[in-house]
């Protein structure tokens, strides 16, 4: 798979031991016609792998909070981020079963509830 991304211009890609299930069954639905899965699969691989070379080399990275911390000063719940970065429509980490995210990078809002 690596060497596919790079023939493509992309970088190689980490797939962590948590998802190493998830990576089996949808290159198993892969292997019976069903590329969808398996492409959204790697694709958020890629995401994860570049997010993590950039903040190994961004000096002024945002540091990744716990979606509890995260929340605070907008107007969702961790539970609903969490929700949210689930189905991808929030930028997020999941490291071993804690989901990371920027606080600033919450749906691009970075403003503060009014009181």
């Keep these: 798979m690596n060497l596919v991304l790079l023939r493509h211009g ?3 890609t980490m797939i962590l031991r948590v998802d190493r299930k998830k990576y089996y ?3 198993r639905q892969a292997d019976h016609g069903n590329l969808g899965p398996f492409a959204n699969f790697v694709a958020s691989a890629v995401e994860r792998t570049l997010d993590t070379y950039l903040r190994a080399v961004s000096p002024k990275a945002d540091p ?3 979606l509890s911390q995260a929340s ?3 107007p969702y719940s961790p539970e609903y981020l969490g929700l949210l970065a689930r ?3 929030v930028s997020a980490m999941k490291i071993g079963r804690r989901i990371l995210q920027s606080g600033c990078r ?3 809002f970075c403003q503060p509830l009014r009181p």
């Design 10 to 12: 992309y970088p190689m």
């Design 25 to 27: 069954a949808v290159l």
């Design 64 to 66: 990744l909070l716990p």
């Design 72 to 74: 605070e000063g907008t």
């Design 87 to 89: 189905s991808r429509r």
């Design 106 to 108: 919450i749906l691009g």
